[in-house]
Each structure stands twice: as structure tokens, then as C-alpha cells.
């Protein structure tokens, strides 16, 4: 859980490229008939802060939650679905905070480039949430699938890894806490 946290802070800058280059928050189009008409313009990296300040309060929040209950909580059922509910906000914070970031230039820009990832995270999420209702070999299965839906979802869409890459640490822990045993 602590690493997919670490790890999730290294791909953190690809989330000021989504913002910027692939949904133009804080950009404006050239007019017509000027030198490089229809080209985006964007506001330099502090018009970004707001962005990545929200972003990074999702992340400090799920990954604080959850290592708290990766070793507080004793009962493997419990643990396991706060991780997977933590996982599904995690992913869903991401995907929203661009989703309202966005607004101002088109939710067509938002589904383009966020789209594939958000629904491949959706997947995920019911998948983990799935694996909650299984027993065993199965339920440990599913979860792994589940994190692998989600690690899916991060390359599909890398500005996004901040908060899913702590998502597919979630889930994992929640699926060794369901480790088939060994005969």
C-alpha cells in the first residue's frame, strides 16, 4: 500500500499534462485570422496549483486511510471492503476532479482523453467489489484482476496516477487479505 502510494507520487506530474495538454484547463483558443488560429494557449505551471492541489489531497487522504486500515483493522472481511471502497474513491477522485476541472472546455475533451480510463477503472472498481462476495481462491483472484483493471486504466490514461496507482495498492492489499490457503 506504502509503495503504491511512493510510486503514485513519481507518475503525479503526467496529471498537469492531462489537465493542461489534453483537456485545456486554463487555455484559450487563438481567433480566427491570427497567427496560429485554432492553437491553444495555456497559463504557465501556477495556474495549475488549484489542480494538483486537489488532486493531492485525494491521494494524501486514500493512502493515509489506508495503510490506518491495512494494519489497524484486524477482521479480514472489514479490512477488505474499507480497501475497496477506499480504491473506488480513489479512482472516482481523480476522474471527477478533472471531470469538474474541465467543464469550462467541454465534456467532450474530458471523455476523449479521460473516458477509456474512467470506465476500465469502473471495471475494476465492480470487479474488487465483486471479489468482496467470493470465498477464497476466487475472491484472491478477483482482487488481483481487479488491481490489474485498475493498472490498465493508469496507462491508458498516465495523468491519471496519482489516484489510481494508490488504487491498485488497495486492492492488492485487500486481496492478500484474502490469500487462498495452501494445501
Known amino acids: 500500500m506504502l ?18 495538454d489534453d483537456l485545456h484547463i486554463n487555455c484559450s483558443m487563438l ?43 484486524r477482521d479480514g472481511r472489514d479490512a477488505r471492503l474499507f ?21 469550462p472546455t467541454g465534456a467532450g475533451y474530458w471523455a476523449v482523453a479521460v473516458g477509456p ?22 475472491s484472491w483472484i478477483a482482487g488481483l484482476a481487479a488491481a490489474v483493471a485498475i493498472a490498465i486504466a493508469a496507462v491508458l490514461q498516465p495523468g491519471l496516477s496519482l489516484t489510481m496507482i494508490p488504487a491498485v495498492g488497495l486492492l492488492l492489499a485487500a486481496a492478500l487479505r484474502t490469500q487462498p490457503r495452501r494445501m
Open 83 to 103: 480497501l475497496v471502497l477506499l480504491a473506488a474513491a480513489s479512482m472516482m477522485w481523480g476522474t471527477t476532479v478533472t471531470g469538474l476541472a474541465s467543464v
Open 3 to 20: 509503495v503504491s502510494g511512493f510510486v503514485a507520487i513519481v507518475f503525479g506530474a503526467f496529471a498537469i499534462g492531462l489537465v493542461r
Open 117 to 138: 480510463a474512467a470506465l476500465v477503472g469502473i471495471l475494476g472498481i465492480a470487479v474488487g467489489a465483486w471479489s468482496l462476495r467470493l470465498r477464497e481462491r476466487m
Open 31 to 73: 481567433p480566427p485570422g491570427s497567427e496560429g488560429a485554432g492553437e491553444w494557449i495555456c497559463s504557465d505551471g501556477i495556474g495549475y496549483i488549484g489542480i494538483a492541489a486537489a488532486l493531492g489531497a485525494g491521494w494524501l487522504l486514500v493512502v493515509v486511510a489506508g495503510v490506518i486500515v491495512a494494519f489497524a483493522v
